[in-house]
């Protein structure tokens, strides 16, 4: 069975930082582009960020761009996403999504085949 799972949503104060991780299960993902999406209340999910399958292409949406910084640890079937000067415009619950290898990055969610439960994030001002 095909899991992704993840783990360091919590409050903190706009300014701080927070490493979200996401652990991937039931099969082999090093093939596969691995991406973080976020959905804030009353609003759609939206793209955050992507890695290519060996980790060395990264996009970032505009929003978190130089702030948010993902990666990956394909021995481990993990990927993370540290992010930086956080504000509370990045409250939403962050998810883990994993999709097949394309010539280009997509930011469609529905590009994305396994999806993890979801992480709350929430930035206090």
């Known amino acids: 069975q095909v899991q992704l799972a993840e783990s360091g949503g919590g409050l903190v104060q706009a300014g701080g930082s927070l490493r979200l991780s996401c652990a991937a299960s039931g099969r082999t993902f090093s093939k596969d582009v691995m991406a973080w999406f976020r959905q804030a209340p009353g609003k759609e999910r939206e793209f955050v960020a992507a890695?290519?399958?060996?980790?060395?292409?990264?996009t970032y949406a505009d929003s978190v761009q130089g702030r948010f910084t993902i990666s990956r640890d394909n021995a481990k079937n993990t990927v993370a996403l540290q992010m930086s000067s956080l504000k509370p415009e990045d409250t939403a619950v962050y998810y883990c999504?994993?999709?097949?290898?394309?010539?280009?990055?997509?930011?469609?969610?529905?590009?994305?085949?396994?999806w993890g439960q979801g992480t709350q994030v929430t930035v206090s001002s």
């Open positions: 890695i290519s399958g060996s980790g060395a292409t990264t």
């Open positions: 999504a994993s999709g097949p290898l394309r010539p280009i990055f997509e930011v469609r969610d529905q590009a994305y085949d396994y």
